[in-house]
C-alpha cells in the first residue's frame, strides 16, 4: 500500500512549521529550510499508524534528540534556553500532546503529582490547591487530586492506588498519618513534601507555620482585650485544630486562669450551622463567658449570627474571634477578629520546592515557616 503525502498536506506542514521558525528565531528558520525533510518524514510515519503526533515527530521537526525534546518539554534547566524554545514552539505547531504512559514506562514516573487534601468543601484547601496548580502547569506537571476526610486509613488507601501510577512527586497534609503510609512514601523514592505544619525532622520537607503559636497569639489578643473566661469552640478536631487548642490552653495557664470547663470540642464537620449551635449551648453552660474563639472562621461566623438572634452584643458583653481568614469573615456583622493563614503563599511555595525535588535540586531550607498574621476587627 502506498505511503505518499498527499501535497496538499506537506505544503500545509511545511508551511505551519515555517511560520512557526518565525516565532523562534532566524536560525531555526534556516534549520528548517534546510531540511524540509522532516516534516515529510514525520507525516509520513503518522500517516502509517495512528495519526498521532509523537516525541520522535517533534524531535526531527525541531531537529534535536528525541530526549532533549522530553527534557525541554518538563522544563528541566540542563536544556539550553534556544533549544526549549525551539522544541516548544514545534511542539505547539504540530499539535504534540505528551503521552503521559509512554512518559511513565520510560522515566519511572509520571508527569502527574499527587495532592493529598482532608476536603474540598474547605475554601482554606481549595485556595491551596489553586496555588499548587499554577506552579506545577507550566513546568508540566498536573496533579491528582485525593481527599482523606481527615481519615488516616483512607489516606492510607489512595497512597496506595496512587503510587501505583508512578506519581512524579507527592504533597500531603500534615504529619498524622498511619505507619504503613509512613513506609509506603519512604520506600518508593518518590519527592514529598508536607503542608500546612513544619518540623525540623531531619530528612523531611515541608511549608507551613506554628498552628499552636497562631492558637497562643489570638487568646493572648483575647486576654490584652481584658478578657478572663476565655472559651475554646472547635468541632472537626483534626490535628491541626489541636495543636490551636494547645496554644489555647498554654497561653491561659501562663496566665494562671485555664479552666477546662470553657472548652467546647465537637467532632462533627465544621460549619456556619454549627457554629450557631455551639456558641449557644457554651452560653447556656457558662453563662459568664466574656469572649470564644473558635477553632475556625465558619463557626465563628455562625457564632456571630446566633449572638444577633439572641441579642447578645458583640463584643461589649462576648468577645468572638476565630482562625483562617475565611471569605465573608470582614463582612460580619461586626467584622470579625481572625488569623489570616497563608495558604496561598503555603501552596505556592510547596509546589516549587517539590518541583526542585523531582529535578534533584538541593533544597535549602528543608523547612519553611511562612507564619501568620492577626487580623484585628471590632468582634473583639
Known sequence: MCCAIPLQHHNRSLASIRWTALSYGRATETHIRAN???MSTAASRRGRSSGRVTLNDVAEAAGVS?????????????VAPELVERVRAAAQAMGYVPDPAARAL??????????LIPLLSNALFVDLLEAVHRTLLPAGFQTLIGITHYKPQEEEQLLQSYMAHRP???LVTGFDRTEAARRLI?????????????????????VGFSQREAGHAITAHLLSRGRKRIAFVAAQLDPRVMQRAEGY???????GIYDADLELLNPDSSSLSLGGHLFEDMLRRRPDVDAVFFCND???????????RLGVKVPEQVAVAGFNDLTGSDQMMPPLTTVHTPRVEI??????????????????????????????????
Open 36 to 38: 524540509p525533510h522532516r
Open 106 to 115: 520510560a522515566s519511572q514516573r509520571s508527569s502527574h503529582v499527587a495532592v
Open 168 to 170: 512524579a512527586g507527592l
Open 249 to 255: 490552653r498554654q497561653c491561659l495557664r501562663d496566665a
Open 298 to 308: 465558619d463557626l465563628a461566623q455562625g457564632g456571630l449570627l446566633a449572638a444577633l
Open 186 to 206: 519512604a520506600a518508593s523514592g518518590v519527592p514529598c513534601v508536607h503542608v500546612m505544619e513544619t518540623t525540623d525532622a531531619p530528612g523531611v520537607h515541608c
Open 347 to 380: 501552596g505556592e511555595c510547596a509546589a516549587r520546592m517539590l518541583l526542585s525535588l523531582m529535578r534533584r535540586e538541593p533544597v535549602e531550607p528543608s523547612s519553611v515557616d511562612l507564619g501568620y498574621r492577626l487580623v484585628i476587627r471590632q468582634s473583639s
Open 66 to 78: 528525541p530526549i532533549t525534546v522530553s527534557r525541554a518539554l518538563r522544563g528541566e534547566r540542563s
